[in-house]
Structures are given as structure tokens and as C-alpha cells.
């Protein structure tokens, strides 16, 4: 069972178009992260959301955590090709507090 | 600054044989990790190292992974033997000091393939 469920798993959209992806998860979390992997990279971080409700934008991508602190979602506008890659959400947790990704979400951006 | 640096970049073996992988952290970083993303998957964690210490190793398959950590600086990843499931990338990862949300940053990966 994966603790952190991400949807949809692959996403192609065309150039210009908006998108939201999601991370779910039935366990409460003090903070989430976001990530993107671009093909043949390791990840890099995006944001940390870490208080119930919060909302932050970085350029044209918005993140939101849940009100319950169990869920988020990412929301891309008016996406590009340089939007294509991987993205992971992931969670502290275990009793060392190892980082925990998500199944992620493929997205493809066609110009 | 320079990132963290892996190599090889791409390695393939066939099954029962021996590979290493090779990790070089950002200057200065105490703690290093290594993870596997199988295709299609997030990143696990293997083993995360503090300095030389081994923080955490508890899904790290012991009978045939291992992996040190000399000096506190450079690490080295061992699959002996590899079978077909070892098939995956291998990250490694960064960070500046001890405390965990200390933002992690992640090499290009080897990928590996187990014939």
C-alpha cells in the first residue's frame, strides 16, 4: 500500500493548456513536498507546503495543501514544453524522518 | 557550486554479476543518500549516511547491496549479485546537515540494467 497515491499517473497536454495534479494520502503530515524530475536528472525541490490550507505560487504553478494536512495539489497554467517531467510529491515520515516519495505523475507538454 | 556528482551514468550487466556505483555529495554536505526509482516509480530510500554513520539502512536488501561512506565524503554503492529487480536508477542525494528537512539535493542518477 503506498502511502502517498498521486493522479493521474501520465498527462499529455498541448501547449498552453491548465492542469492540476493531486497527492493523496489517509495519514496526516506536518509538512509536504513537491518535486520535478526531468528526464535523465535526479529530482529537484519545488516548494514545501506546511501549514493546513496553505497556498503557494511559484510563476505559473500554484500548490495547495489540505486543509487536513492530508492531501495537495499542484495546478499549472498556461503549461510549456519546459513543464515536461516527473512529478513527485513527498512526505517525512518512518522513525528516521527518511524523505517518502509518491508514485508521481508523468506530464508531457506538446508544443 | 558544482551538484552532486555519479558515475557511470548508464551500466549494464547481466544477472549474478557485480556493480558499483559511485556518489560525490556538494562540498561541505554531512549527509548523503542513495535511493532506487524503478521505472514508473518514486524514489526509495536506501540507506542515508550522517558523516561516516549509517543513519538509516532498513530497506536496503543486506544480503546483496552494501555501501560505505570513507572519510565522510565520497560513497560507493555495491550490488553483488544483481538480479533482474535491480533493475532501476540509482540517486544520490545531498544535504547540508543533520536535521531532516534539510532540502536534499539529487545527482543525475546511474541507470542501471540487469540483463
Known amino acids: 500500500t503506498q502511502l502517498l497515491e498521486q493522479s493521474p499517473q501520465f498527462l499529455s497536454i498541448q501547449e498552453g493548456e491548465n492542469l492540476t495534479v493531486y497527492c493523496n494520502s489517509s495519514s496526516v503530515f506536518s509538512s509536504l513536498q513537491w518535486y520535478r524530475q526531468e528526464p535523465g536528472e535526479g529530482p529537484v525541490l519545488l516548494v514545501t507546503v506546511v501549514t493546513g490550507g496553505e497556498v503557494k505560487k511559484l510563476k505559473r504553478l500554484t500548490f495547495q495543501f489540505g486543509d487536513a494536512r492530508k492531501d495537495s495539489s499542484l495546478h499549472i497554467t498556461a503549461a510549456q514544453p519546459g513543464d515536461t517531467g516527473l512529478y513527485l510529491c513527498a512526505v517525512f515520515g518512518g522513525a528516521t524522518n527518511k524523505l517518502i516519495f509518491g508514485t508521481g505523475t508523468l506530464l508531457a507538454v506538446q508544443p | 557550486e558544482a551538484g552532486v556528482a555519479q558515475s557511470p551514468r548508464y551500466k549494464i550487466i547481466e544477472k549474478r554479476q557485480s556493480v558499483a556505483f559511485w556518489c560525490n555529495p556538494i562540498s561541505g554536505h554531512a549527509t548523503l543518500y542513495w535511493y532506487q526509482q524503478i521505472l514508473g516509480q518514486g524514489p526509495k530510500l536506501l540507506i542515508q549516511?550522517?558523516?561516516?554513520?549509517?543513519?538509516?539502512d532498513s530497506q536496503l536488501p543486506k544480503d546483496r547491496f552494501s555501501a560505505e561512506r570513507l572519510k565522510g565524503v565520497d560513497s560507493t554503492l555495491k550490488i553483488q549479485p544483481a538480479k533482474l529487480e535491480d533493475s532501476a536508477v540509482y540517486l544520490c542525494a545531498s544535504s547540508l546537515g543533520d536535521f531532516y528537512t534539510d532540502t536534499q539535493y539529487f545527482g543525475p542518477g546511474t541507470r542501471l540494467t540487469v540483463l
Open positions: 549516511f550522517q558523516n561516516n554513520g549509517v543513519v538509516d
